[in-house]
T-cell receptor, first 115, second 115 residues
């Protein structure tokens, strides 16, 4: 079974600065997908970024980028130019291929962006 | 496009009572998921449907939880009888299908409180 670990329960960052959220996972699979989801107080989980394990290039979506280290089973999220609206819970998730695209989530990191 | 719709948004019941949640996925999405998110934790998959068939329900407590997706569109999740430990947010998600890496789109969830 896969496990996803987010070792930082809470983090804070000043507006306009950069913050990195950590995620590690454990799997015996060679091909899979990794995701970061954002959950604001409204509760809706919003997809932030997706990484395919067979692609070496790190995914980027505007101010969000990842550092994917497959050998180390590490998948960190970098948020640049942090904005107040980035305040939320962030969840790292693992998706095994050919298993119904089920997601295994980490425990989450609460990010507070301070003005 | 309209997102995943869930109702009710909040529900308060006493233990041993019954409760039902409703989900309407994004139009055209064949795959539907129900997650349980206990406060302070990441979501945990309860059941996955592909059209109106169950793909995985290995983590569904079948002695008290049931779910159906008649006609392959809307879905209901029922708890009967409820226990105190069922207090959680119940999230519904949908995706286009089972193609590898299909992202899941989430609803706002139903927050269930058991007294």
């Amino acid at each position: 079974a896969q496990t996803v670990t987010q070792s930082q329960p809470e983090m804070s960052v000043q507006e306009a600065e950069t913050v990195t959220l950590s995620c590690t996972y454990d799997t015996s699979e060679n091909n899979y997908y990794l995701f970061w989801y954002k959950q604001p107080p409204s509760r809706q989980m919003i997809l932030v970024i997706r990484q395919e394990a067979y692609k070496q290039q790190n995914a980027t979506e505007n101010r969000f980028s990842v550092n994917f280290q497959k050998a180390a089973k590490s998948f960190s999220l970098k948020i640049s130019d942090s904005q107040l609206g980035d305040t939320a819970m962030y969840f790292c998730a693992f998706m095994k291929i050919n298993a119904g695209n089920m997601l295994t989530f980490g425990g989450g990191t609460r990010l507070m962006v301070k003005p | 496009e309209a997102g995943v719709a869930q109702s009710p948004r909040y529900k308060i019941i006493e233990k041993r009572q019954s409760v039902a949640f409703w989900c309407n996925p994004i139009s055209g999405h064949a795959t539907l998921y129900w997650y349980q998110q206990i406060l302070g934790q990441g979501p945990k998959l309860l059941i996955q449907f592909q059209n109106n068939g169950v793909v995985d329900d290995s983590q569904l407590p079948k002695d008290r939880f049931s779910a159906e997706r008649l006609k392959g569109v809307d879905s209901t999740l029922k708890i009967q009888p409820a226990k105190l430990e069922d207090s959680a947010v119940y999230l519904c998600a949908s995706s286009l299908g089972q193609g590898a890496g299909q992202p899941q789109h989430f609803g706002d969830g139903t927050r269930l409180s058991i007294l």
